[in-house]
């Protein structure tokens, strides 16, 4: 019997796909949310007042009592003054030795400035950090420790608040969001440089600016692909799927990444990482929504135009930092390729304008000097040893009874110091849930674990190319948003607040998590105990009730050891014994 002559309710029906609802399940096979899906106004209401109350009680420790020690501290010695200059001259200058016993930075501190020079100083760091600086002695003057570090521990109580939001973006909880906020507001590593005037805390601040738009390129580039699939009249017949346009927020990450390249060329290597990350997920994005070459579309489609938005933006914003070295025409090198075209000498790139001629100078000599900084330092530390903070490094110490300071401490000895080390409880427990980030970021495929990676790619896996060089475990402050972040994933996934990632679901919409916990439980065998212990996967809720447990007193063991180590964090006068039990290494001395 033909099918046009069976009863209406049984012929076949052609059931089209409403063009919504082709969107959604294009957007499911991207790993997004559906369209008009929004979290409850409770949770994104606390996604932001948690990160927020996490900011104000670190700006508080960044900020009180800022002026002390009112002396200038480590490296301070070099970043202030070449900020001081700098604001002076368009250029940093060299300051003279003075006579005197106390020297020109106890001159310095005293508002004494005739060491000052107009001789241009040779940097081996670009002049964004050292504008930033200049700009808080701007504030509230250059003769106190307020206005050379007010701009870093605003930078350091910025970085708190982008964390904790980037930890919402990845794991959409206010719980984890606010833990992770909280996480790098109690880290001995970014309160000590948020309250020294180095150039470590804006780079990681632009750093995670960069990081924060990868992931809004990731979401908004993946939302396009599923609109524009959803709307193909026929979404296959392009093999590599349709164009998604310009990537505007890889233009953003180049503008913050080329303003943390301003301050340290290490924002280079995060802009490297950051772009490679992008494209990988570029070619898992065109892969789960069918297309038929997705490599060639993920390298073309996707691929160049994030190239194109990053990386030249990239290197013209990093540029355009120097702005004040090529107006000065008296910094450092500036007039070296007119001067060799003057005299007569060769002169190599001719052909560059001679201004940009200089500045190619310049920046070759810095990479020799970076390249080739070998000379011993009694605190250097391999990068092999800095996420357990095996060498931390000693930014300030005063023993106040030899230098004969009349100080009551309730002991016989009184010192000070600023030991610039990561809260053990992070770094340590970081140090493991990065294990657990690596395999469910290669193993299970799972983007959040893999973004966590990436920030880690970009700001501690360059350094073992200079195993050799001279380099210092405080380099870590960019490091510990992401140790931050490994940690919240970790204990978001045993706690059962986050959803374990399923690649059948890559949308994450398919349930609470619970680990595979296995622990040992003796059984029978023929009446008799066997001697080896078998294994037993605990029940979610048992799993569920260990995860919770070890959050709570990971957070509660953090906190703990931040109020222990904060004297040490912040030269406060304590006795000798009170600092020595601080140093749970020796290498911590």
């Not at 075209?341 to 190599?348: I, Q, T, V």
Request: aromatic residues 14%; proline residues 5%.
């Amino acid at each position: 019997m033909s099918s046009a002559g069976a009863p209406e309710e049984t012929r076949p029906r052609l059931v089209v796909e409403r063009e919504l609802d082709r969107e959604n399940r294009y957007r499911g096979m991207l790993g997004l949310a559906p369209l008009g899906h929004r979290l409850a106004a409770n949770v994104r209401l606390w996604a932001w007042l948690g990160p927020l109350l996490m900011m104000v009680l670190g700006g508080v420790l960044r900020l009180a009592n800022l002026d002390h020690p009112a002396e200038l501290v480590f490296d301070e010695t070099y970043y202030v003054k070449d900020a001081f200059t700098l604001d002076q001259y368009g250029y940093a200058t060299q300051w003279e030795p003075d006579d005197e016993e106390e020297g020109p930075n106890a001159n310095f501190v005293a508002g004494d400035y005739h060491e000052m020079t107009d001789d241009p100083a040779y940097v081996v760091h670009g002049d964004v950090g050292k504008w930033l600086i200049a700009l808080g002695m701007r504030l509230f003057g250059a003769d106190t420790g307020l206005g050379w570090r007010f701009a870093v521990a605003i930078a350091g109580t910025l970085t708190i608040l982008l964390v904790g939001r980037i930890a919402f973006r990845l794991f959409r909880s206010a719980l984890l969001a606010t833990a992770a906020a909280a996480f790098i507001a109690l880290d001995g590593v970014s309160i000590t440089h948020s309250r020294t005037a180095l150039l470590d805390g804006f780079l990681t601040l632009f750093v995670l600016v960069g990081f924060w738009a990868l992931l809004k390129d990731r979401e908004l580039s993946r939302a396009r692909l599923a609109t524009r699939y959803a709307r193909a009249r026929n979404p296959f017949a392009d093999p590599w799927g349709p164009p998604t346009g310009v990537r505007w927020w890889m233009v953003v990450a180049g503008i913050a990444l080329g303003v943390a390249a301003g301050v340290k060329w290490s924002g280079l290597y995060a802009a490297a990482a950051f772009g490679i990350t992008a494209f990988l997920w570029e070619v898992q994005a065109r892969r789960a929504a069918g297309a038929r070459l997705w490599i060639g579309a993920g390298v073309f489609r996707g691929g160049m135009p994030a190239f194109l938005a990053l990386v030249p933006t990239t290197i013209l914003t990093y540029v355009a930092t120097w702005f004040s070295w090529f107006r000065a025409e008296n910094s450092y090198l500036r007039q070296w390729a007119a001067e060799r075209r003057a005299s007569g000498e060769d002169l190599p790139r001719a052909w560059l304008p001679d201004s940009l001629n200089s500045f190619v100078e310049y920046h070759l000599q810095m990479l020799r000097f970076h390249s080739n900084l070998d000379s011993e330092h009694s605190y250097m530390a391999s990068p092999l040893g800095w996420l357990l903070q095996i060498r931390p490094t000693s930014f300030y110490w005063r023993d106040l009874t030899k230098e004969g300071v009349d100080v009551d401490c309730g002991a016989d000895r009184c010192v000070q110091a600023i030991t610039s080390v990561g809260n053990p409880v992070l770094w340590w427990a970081g140090f493991l849930a990065l294990a657990l980030v690596l395999w469910m970021a290669f193993r299970r495929g799972d983007w959040r674990a893999q973004a966590i990676v990436a920030g880690y790619a970009g700001t501690y896996l360059p350094w073992f190319l200079f195993l050799d060089r001279t380099v210092f475990t405080f380099y870590t402050v960019v490091i510990a948003p992401f140790v931050a972040l490994a940690v919240t994933y970790a204990l978001g996934l045993m706690s059962h607040r986050l959803p374990l990632y399923d690649p059948a679901d890559p949308s994450g919409r398919a349930g609470p998590a619970w680990l595979a916990l296995r622990v040992p439980i003796l059984s029978r065998s023929e009446g008799r105990r066997r001697r080896r212990p078998a294994l037993r996967r605990l029940t979610p809720a048992v799993s569920r009730r260990v995860g919770v447990v070890t959050f709570a007193v990971v957070v509660g063991l953090l906190v703990l050891l931040a109020a222990l180590w904060w004297p040490i964090w912040t030269a406060l006068t304590v006795p000798y014994w009170f600092w020595h039990l601080h140093m749970w290494m020796p290498s911590w001395v």
